[in-house]
């Protein structure tokens, strides 16, 4: 399974995107999905998850302003990003765990720019 992460781009300051993560084939193991970014000089931080039973989480940080969500045919999830700030700016990722077997594959980044 590949995962291919777009949609960053540069927007201003209360602006929004939103993120894609499509995986190559179907996912059918119990999974979760996490969006983590890396801000310059931070280190990585998971910002939202959702579990394939749809249970989601998400950091303080993003809560009320970004949503995660996934399509029904189980190959794409996105992250909604909403009254976006400066501090968003980061490198987003994806990563999808098998949770039965604790296997990891990350998606590549993505980069979201947010100017004041």
């Known amino acids: 399974v590949q995962l291919q992460a777009s949609g960053g781009g540069l927007v201003q300051a209360g602006g929004s995107l939103r993120l894609s993560c499509v995986a190559s084939e179907r996912i059918v193991r119990t999974n979760t999905m996490g969006w983590y970014r890396q801000g310059p000089g931070k280190e990585r931080e998971l910002v939202a998850q959702?579990?394939?039973?749809?249970?989601?989480a998400y950091s303080d940080s993003v809560k009320g302003r970004f949503t995660i969500s996934r399509d029904n045919a189980g190959t794409t999830w996105y992250l909604q990003m909403n009254s976006l700030k400066r501090e968003d700016t980061a490198v987003y990722y994806c990563?999808?765990?098998?949770?039965?077997?604790?296997?990891?594959?990350w998606g590549q980044g993505t980069l979201v720019t947010v100017s004041s």
């Open positions: 959702i579990s394939s039973a749809g249970n989601t």
């Open positions: 990563k999808l765990r098998f949770i039965t077997v604790g296997l990891d594959m």
